[in-house]
């Protein structure tokens, strides 16, 4: 046993700490700054974050439009916007979960760098 412990702690010793809540089931779990700083490599793939509602704009194209930020991020890297048919309230803590599609234009000037399709929302209580 001590040789195991010894090993261990030689292996954290190289990789430094780890995050064990990494292997969880919520294990694509994003920051919104990393889903804007990765969207290229996102691209297709459904990803799932928190965050704080700060705008809803309901109804538009069959789709609800939430916008989510979390506290992470600059002006440019700090909002996902989510296209759902479920919708939240400002101020609600909520997790989504998505398909990360970039370059998203709906014609008329609606064009989208980067959104988070298809989401379910899930409202914190």
Do not use: W
Not at 20 to 39: D, H
Not at 64 to 92: C, E, M, R, W
Not at 100 to 105: K, L, M
Request: hydrophobic letters at 40%.
């Amino acid at each position: 046993m001590r040789i195991l412990s010894i090993a261990f702690a030689g292996f954290i010793g190289i990789l430094g700490p780890v995050s064990f809540t990494a292997c969880s089931a919520e294990g694509n779990m994003k920051t919104v700054a990393v889903v804007n700083q990765n969207k290229a490599t996102l691209a297709g793939k459904t990803i799932s974050a928190q965050g704080k509602v700060v705008k809803v704009n309901n109804g538009i194209m069959g789709k609800n439009f939430v916008h989510v930020q979390d506290g992470t991020g600059d002006v440019n890297s700090n909002n996902l916007i989510v296209t759902s048919k479920q919708t939240a309230n400002v101020g609600d803590q909520v997790t989504i979960s998505g398909v990360v599609v970039v370059g998203r234009d709906f014609g008329s000037g609606y064009t989208y760098p980067l959104l988070i399709e298809e989401a379910s929302i899930a409202v914190k209580k």
